[in-house]
């Protein structure tokens, strides 16, 4: 495994809120996260079921949770996990400690990919809906870094009925107003779109799957 900071001009590494945000969370969040971060396992199978990629990015990689789930189910890919907070990529660091994954502190506004070696897959968890702003630029910068025909993979918050609710997301970072899957659907070539309920329906969360056409 091999580790970069990104010092280019477009790699923001002041301390902003979200940063700060993570200096604490980062230390609890996989004993937290699992109770409202639905979807994370299906988006995964069902982005196995439609693509067999070799290189793969996980924009906003966090703890490494699912780059370890993307080793096991892609045991020969190049794996590259994409995030700001450097507490959280050292946590990632601990889990995922082979030559064939690298780990790289940057904001994503921009591709990644570099010498012609684009990505099969790219995949988004619960990171859009924090961009803000910034999840366009980040979308676009993912078809830039995908291949033609190559997949990209999102689950992540939808919306909300109510307001307390989206208001109490908004003091966490999160935009709950379903504003992802418009985009997403322009930008690429649906292969699923679906949200689901959470919690009886006090918010909705989303997948989608799309492939990257001319």
């Given amino acids: 495994m091999s580790s970069t900071a990104d010092t280019s001009p477009t790699a ?6 979200l940063e ?21 396992e299906s988006v995964l199978m069902r982005a196995a079921c439609v693509s067999k990629p070799q290189r793969i990015l996980e924009v906003g990689c966090g703890t490494g949770r699912n780059l370890a789930g993307l080793r096991r189910r892609f045991p020969e890919a190049e794996i590259t996990g994409v995030d700001l907070s450097e507490q959280m990529l050292a946590i990632a660091a601990k889990k ?22 684009s990505f099969d ?8 809906s924090m961009f803000n702003p910034g999840w366009e630029q980040a979308i676009n910068a993912a078809w830039e870094d995908l291949a033609e025909g190559g997949c990209i993979a999102v ?17 966490n970072h999160v935009r709950m107003e379903g504003h992802l899957w418009p985009y997403l659907g322009q930008k690429f070539a649906p292969l699923l779109d679906e949200r689901f309920a959470a919690y009886g329906g006090v918010w909705n969360y989303g997948i989608f799957i799309g492939r990257k056409q001319a």
């Fill in 155 to 171: 689950v992540d918050f939808s919306d909300s009925y109510f307001s307390w609710f989206r208001n109490w997301m908004g003091v």
């Fill in 121 to 128: 897959l790219v995949l988004f968890s619960y990171a859009l």
């Fill in 12 to 17: 923001h590494h002041t301390d902003t809120a």
């Fill in 96 to 117: 995922v400690k082979d030559d064939k994954t690298t780990l790289l502190r940057r904001s994503y506004s921009e591709p990644v990919h570099q010498d012609g070696k």
């Fill in 20 to 40: 700060r945000y993570y200096q604490f969370h980062s230390h609890i969040y996989d004993a937290t996260r699992w109770s409202f971060l639905f979807g994370r």
